[in-house]
């Protein structure tokens, strides 16, 4: 695991050599997800520019209350995203449960009942496909801690499309599965502990 000083090196390189400007960033997380995203998010500032939208795999049999849970932690306005609505900037948006999570060509979501895939529904991959083909190289991809291969795919689309992608460390995750698939299938431009995945997250509003 790379070490403060390292870790900040290098995330200076690939933002220093990134020319798109990132517009959205797309996090997925599954088992240990919320514990994560709690060390992860709070902090961001009020006026934050990209749009964060992030996906977990949550029951469906029950409402997800996690935009409730980080609204009372954030600066920034969170809300559950909503069929149809345009993704604005400086918001963050969850996946609710029971739908898969989808960004249209026109940067508005789209909510669909399809089969479950990598046994979730709402999946990593087809938030982070959909908004790979939407943003390009204005997107910035995180998966983080998990226990199967969702997110794997979807972070190689990401890739492949020119934006940025960001894997929290296997050593610093609670449950390595889902961060190692992802660094197996392609590799990402960084890996990183929590704490330096945040410090990215800040520096992009200086980039």
Known sequence: MLDAALALTAIDAVL????TRIAAVVIGASAGGVGALLKLLPGLPKQYAPAVVAVLHVPENRQSQLAD???QRMALPVREAADKETLASGTLYF???GYHLSVESDYCFSLSCEAPRNFARPSIDILMESAADAYGPALLGVLLTGANHDGAAGMAAIGRAGGL???QDPQDAEVATMPQEAIRVR???LVLPLD??????LKLEKN
Do not use: C, K, N
């Not at 220093?16 to 020319?19: I, L, N, V």
């Not at 330096?196 to 997250?201: K, P, Q, W």
């Open 16 to 19: 220093a050599s990134h020319r």
């Open 69 to 71: 849970v980080f609204a």
């Open 95 to 97: 996946a609710g449960s």
């Open 165 to 167: 992608t960001v894997v």
């Open 187 to 189: 590799r990402p431009d």
């Open 196 to 201: 330096a995945i945040h410090t990215l997250l």
